[in-house]
């Protein structure tokens, strides 16, 4: 079966599919293709947060700019996401984090995003489920919130085949011809796309995609884990994003308990998702010190996804310097899904070279060959 497009989009997840519906709305031909269903990667296993607290300006427009498309949804692109406006709270117990939460807090509201320096007694008001013990302050932007991830990747999907693209499920890609450094085609178990541009959004898989064009996406895969308590009937609501920030201990509401996870500092970066107790003892103590109410709910099953890492835990989005009209938009580290309204827009406009809304270009990856990295310390 062969196809001829454009584009190509590779990865069918949440930045593939919103990719793929704002070209097609802009009037490009697009096939999309995925080597599983379409949100089966990252974005299924995502814990669905989104917001705009960050310290880096880049991703405080992205994120800003994605809740108001996540607070439109319903209507572009037409779906209903299951959007709870709940808010996260950052919780503070070191001075440097104070001072350093101040600064973004700053720049945040010179971007117009409400977040605020709050006590430690109003993110006990918040969410009366955390200890407070040792808490310095707190960080508090009330239109950050959660909703699901398989719904916008639905949402994103169904409207981007309105709109006239092909999207191509277990399609795997093998190949991409780049030769004299123009894309002209690309290999799949399905045929050979014939197209003239492609776009890598293929998550923790990015490197391998790279290296098929001949570009370095410097992106490892790194397991993190999600898991559920149990019902919990006297559960003060709403339950806002609740992060223990220097531990990274993070619960919000979901159905009748919570989704509670934490990074692994032991964790090292490949392709693992099965599910392990090696971090269960280092996620208890963290409940136990922040949240012990939580000991008693007990857990309720979970499972293990793939971050997307990047040397200085953010994104790369740009095109390649030498393979024209490559592409790319991955290496999130952990707020991909969140970002995935506003940077399918950008990378609309950057194959249509068009200015788009926030200056990416110091999320290049050649920012790394020229010793200039850009980190954001807001991750989790």
Known sequence: MGHEADVVVIGGGVMGTSIAFHLAEAGVRVVLAERDELGSGSTCKAAGGVRAQFSDEVNIRLGA???EAFARFG????????????????????????AAFEESVALQNELGVPSRMITVAEARRLSPLIETGGLLAAA??????????ESVVLGYATAARRHGATLLTHCEVL???????????VETSRGRIAASAVVCAAGAWSAQVGAMAGVDLPVEPLRRQIAFTGPMPDLPRPVPMTIDFTTSFYFHGEGEGLMLGMSDPDERPGFLLDRTDAWLPRLTGAIAARAPRLLDAGLAGGWAGLYEVTPDHNALIGEDGRVSRFLYATGFSGHGF??????????????????PFVDVAPLHAARFAGDRPRPEINCV
Not at 75 to 98: A, K, M, N, T, W
Not at 140 to 149: K, R, V
Not at 175 to 185: F, L, Q, S, T, Y
Request: aromatic share 6%.
């Open 65 to 67: 700019r994605s809740l």
């Open 338 to 355: 969140l970002q995935g309204p506003a940077v399918g827009e950008v990378v609309r406009d950057l194959y249509l070279r068009r200015e």
């Open 175 to 185: 190949g991409i011809d780049a030769d004299g450094g123009e894309v002209r085609a």
């Open 140 to 149: 508090f932007s009330p239109d950050d919130g959660h909703c699901t991830p």
């Open 75 to 98: 209507e572009r692109p037409g779906q209903e996401i299951d959007l709870h406006r709940v808010g996260y709270l950052f919780l503070l117990s070191r001075p440097e984090d104070v």
